[in-house]
């Protein structure tokens, strides 16, 4: 099984940390998964000119690719303006309508405020809902606060951590359950 995580930041590095650290997770419950972190800072993703994909540049069409290729995915973005990041937003304006189909996609978000932890629920779960991905009953908001930003962004809460990991083995059991349905 392949778990590909996207970070939706093109500044800071919490939501890396963060995405990384449930991709070391998800290989600590079962080391036979595959894990690729997608971070958009990393590739030109075009904005949606509602074209099909082969109308795009290469980087645009290889990071969809790797979305619809992913067994599982987990998506992370910090919150900006009360919602997600416009770049994560435009990313999942290329992927077509059933392209998270059969995939378990968790949500992790970061932010400054912990006003905003239900944000994921209502920005990010109907889009991944909408694209048909099977969102884990849990999911995991960071406060800025729990990251060591003297220490390369270090999660530091236990909690946090512990989230993170039931994040991962949940993720993990469903898409099993998924998988061996099929
Ligand atoms: C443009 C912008 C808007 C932001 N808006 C919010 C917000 O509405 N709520 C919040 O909790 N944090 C907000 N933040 C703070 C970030 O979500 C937070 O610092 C996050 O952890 C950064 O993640 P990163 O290091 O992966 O970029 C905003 C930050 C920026 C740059």
Known sequence: MKLVGISGSLSGWKTNVAIDEVL????NIDSGIETELLDLRDYDVEFVRALPLSYYNEDTWKVVQKILKADLLVIGSPIYQASIT???KNLLDHVPVDGLKGKVT?????????????????????????????????????HND????????????????????????EMIRLQKGINNQS
């Open 24 to 27: 070391q997770a998800a290989k």
């Open 86 to 88: 416009g770049a994560l």
């Open 106 to 142: 968790g949500i992790v978000t970061t932010g400054g405020s912990e006003k905003h932890f239900l944000v994921s629920e209502y920005q990010l779960k109907p889009v991944v809902a909408y694209l048909k991905g099977t969102v884990p009953s849990g999911n995991v908001f960071i």
């Open 146 to 169: 729990f990251f060591d930003e003297e220490n390369d962004n270090e999660i530091i809460d236990e909690n946090v951590l512990r989230r993170i990991h039931k994040l991962a083995d």
